[in-house]
C-alpha cells in the first residue's frame, strides 16, 4: 500500500454492490476499500439478531471477494479489542494514520450516517465525493423534479412514469393490458381450505464465515430480540440471484392472486422473500424487474402477477426512497394524528391473546422477517389504531426487519402504516376493524375474541379500536375523500354507543400499557 491513499472507498453494510460507482476506477496500486463492523449500527435501535448477522456476514462475504481480486480492503471487525462502536470514530481513526487524498462514498441508505460521514471528513480536512447510487432506477434529484410544483405525491404517477421512461411493461406507448394496475386483481384471500400447496422458498445454509458471524452475534448481542436458529438468508450476489430465480419460477404465478393474504404457520407463502437482498444490493433491482417481465412475455406468469411485483420494486421502492431523501430530516419528526401511546411490550416478546397479532409477532421474532400486509394490516394497524407514538413504531420496525434500512423503512412505517406524515404518502389512514384480518387470513378461527364485536367481553381489540379511531379524528379526517363513508359511520353511531366504544378502548390501552 503507497504511503498515502488516492482514494478511501467507504463500503457500508447496505452497499454490496460490485457494480457500485465508488469501485469504477478503482487502482490496487494507490486506493483502498473502508469497511467497519460497529456496535452503533446494532444498538441505535434494539436490532434483532438476525438483522445484525445478516449485514455483517454479507459484508464479510463482499470482504472476501475483494481480497480475493488482490485489493486492499481496511476491515474493521466488530470484536477487534480497539473497535471504538461507531462508522464516524473508526472512520476518523483512519482518517488520521492514512490521510487519503480523498474519500468516495456512495449515497448512504440513512440520514444519520450520512451526516456523520460528512462531518467527519469535513473535521479531518479530507475532501468527500458523495457518487450518486446507480442501483435506483431514479436519483434522489430526479425524483425532486417529478415533486416539484405537485400539491400532492401520489406512487400512481411516479409509477407511470417510470414505466415509461424504463419501457417496463408497455406495448408501445400503452401500458400492457391496456391498465397501468391490476391491483383489484390481486387482493385473493384463501378461504376455509387454506392456501395451494405452497413451495418451499430457496433456503441458504450457513457457511464458515456466517457460522463465525452467527457464534459473534449470539454471544456479544444475547439480550437482542429474535433468534437465529432459522437463519438461511442469501449473503452473496450468487446466492440472492438465485432466491429470485427460485421466486419467479415457484411462486411469481401466484403471488398477485394472494400478495394480500395471510395464513397461520405460513410466514412466506407466494412472496419473493429479496427485499433484503435488494437492499444490501447484493441483487440489482433490475434483475427482478426483467426476469418477471420475461416470464410474462414467455406465457409463464399472468400480467396481474407480474404486474403487482413490478410495482413494488420500480415504483413503491423507488417513491419511498424519494419521499425520504425529499423530506429528510424534517419527516421523521412528524406525528399528524398526534398518537403519544407507548409501543406494548409485547411487541418484542409476542406474548399476547390477540391470535393475528401473536402469529405476525412470533413469525418476526423467529425468522427477522413478515410480509408487506402482515406488517401493514396487522402490526402496524394495531399500533395505529391504539395510538402508538409513530416514532417508537418506527424504531421498532427498524429494528425487528431484516431488510429494514432507513430511506426503506421510515417512509413506509411514519407515512403509509402510521400516516404520520398527514397523507403525504397515502391519502388515507389504512384503517380497519378485525373483519378485514377475518377476511384476509384464518388468524381469527380459535382467537377468543370476535371480530364482529366492538363491546363487550369478546370485542375484537382492532375492531373497538377502529371505531374509536374514527370517533377520536372525526374532524380532522371529515373532509378526507377516501374516509368520508367511514366517517359517515361513525357520525351514525348513539351517544351510548359511542362511550361504551371509547370506555371499551380506553380499558384496553389500561390494560396493554398498565
Request: hydrophobic share 40%.
Amino acid at each position: 500500500m503507497p504511503r498515502r491513499l488516492r482514494h478511501l472507498i467507504v463500503i457500508l453494510g447496505d452497499q454490496l454492490d460490485r457494480r457500485s460507482p465508488a469501485l469504477d476506477d478503482f487502482d490496487p496500486a494507490r486506493d483502498a476499500v473502508w469497511m467497519a463492523e460497529v456496535a452503533e449500527e446494532a444498538t441505535h435501535v434494539w436490532s434483532h439478531k438476525a438483522r445484525i448477522a445478516l449485514f455483517l456476514t454479507a459484508m464479510r462475504h463482499f470482504r472476501d471477494e475483494l481480497q480475493q481480486r488482490g485489493w486492499s480492503v481496511l476491515y474493521r471487525p466488530l470484536d477487534a479489542a480497539d473497535n471504538c462502536g461507531s462508522l464516524a470514530g473508526e472512520l476518523e481513526r483512519t482518517l488520521q494514520r492514512q490521510r487519503p487524498q480523498a474519500v468516495l462514498l456512495v449515497e448512504p441508505g440513512d440520514y444519520r450516517v450520512e451526516q456523520a460521514l460528512r462531518q467527519t471528513c469535513s473535521r479531518q480536512g479530507v475532501p468527500l465525493r458523495v457518487l450518486e447510487d446507480r442501483h435506483f432506477y431514479a436519483s434522489r434529484a430526479e425524483f425532486a423534479e417529478h415533486a416539484r410544483g405537485r400539491k400532492q405525491l401520489r406512487l400512481e404517477f411516479f409509477y407511470r412514469e417510470m414505466r415509461r421512461r424504463h419501457d417496463v411493461l408497455m406495448a408501445g406507448d400503452q401500458p400492457e393490458g391496456g391498465a397501468w394496475n391490476f391491483d383489484a386483481e390481486n387482493r385473493k384471500s384463501f378461504g376455509q381450505a387454506g392456501p395451494p400447496a405452497v413451495p418451499t422458498p430457496l433456503a441458504f445454509a450457513p457457511d464458515a464465515v456466517t457460522r463465525e458471524v452467527l457464534q459473534l452475534v449470539a454471544t456479544r448481542f444475547a439480550d437482542h430480540p429474535g433468534s437465529l436458529e432459522a437463519f438461511d438468508w442469501p449473503v452473496t450476489p450468487e446466492q440472492a440471484r438465485l432466491a429470485l430465480e427460485d421466486f419467479l419460477t415457484q411462486r411469481l404465478a401466484r403471488f398477485g392472486d394472494y400478495q394480500d393474504a395471510m395464513w397461520t404457520d405460513q410466514p412466506y407463502l407466494y412472496h419473493a422473500r429479496i427485499s433484503a437482498a435488494l437492499n444490501l444490493k447484493l441483487l440489482d433491482p433490475r434483475e427482478a424487474v426483467e426476469g418477471a417481465e420475461r416470464l410474462y412475455r414467455l406465457g409463464k406468469a399472468p400480467l396481474p402477477a407480474v404486474e403487482g411485483f413490478i410495482r413494488q420494486i420500480l415504483g413503491w421502492r423507488e417513491y419511498v426512497r424519494g419521499v425520504y431523501w425529499l423530506l429528510m430530516p424534517e419527516y421523521a419528526q412528524r406525528n399528524a394524528l398526534n398518537a403519544q401511546q407507548p409501543l406494548p411490550n409485547f411487541y418484542w416478546t409476542g406474548q399476547t391473546d390477540m391470535n393475528c397479532l401473536r402469529q405476525v409477532i412470533g413469525q418476526t421474532l423467529q425468522l427477522g422477517y413478515a410480509h408487506h400486509i402482515q406488517r401493514l394490516m396487522v402490526t402496524g394497524l394495531y399500533a395505529l389504531l391504539l395510538g402508538v407514538h409513530p416514532r417508537a413504531v418506527h424504531e421498532w420496525y427498524l429494528a425487528v426487519y431484516v431488510d429494514a434500512v432507513e430511506w426503506v423503512e421510515l417512509p413506509n412505517t411514519l407515512g403509509m402504516s402510521q400516516y404520520a406524515d398527514g397523507g403525504v404518502m397515502a391519502s388515507k389512514p389504512y384503517v380497519a376493524s378485525g373483519k378485514y384480518i377475518e377476511r384476509m387470513s384464518n388468524y381469527c378461527q380459535g382467537c377468543r375474541y370476535d371480530p364482529a364485536a366492538a363491546v363487550g367481553a369478546k370485542a375484537c381489540p382492532f375492531t373497538t379500536l377502529y371505531w374509536d379511531f374514527l370517533l377520536r379524528h372525526e374532524q380532522q379526517l371529515a373532509d378526507n375523500p377516501r374516509m368520508r363513508m367511514q366517517i359517515r359511520n361513525a357520525e351514525r353511531l348513539s351517544p351510548d354507543r359511542r362511550r361504551a366504544i371509547q370506555q371499551q378502548a380506553a380499558q384496553h390501552r389500561q390494560e396493554v400499557n398498565p
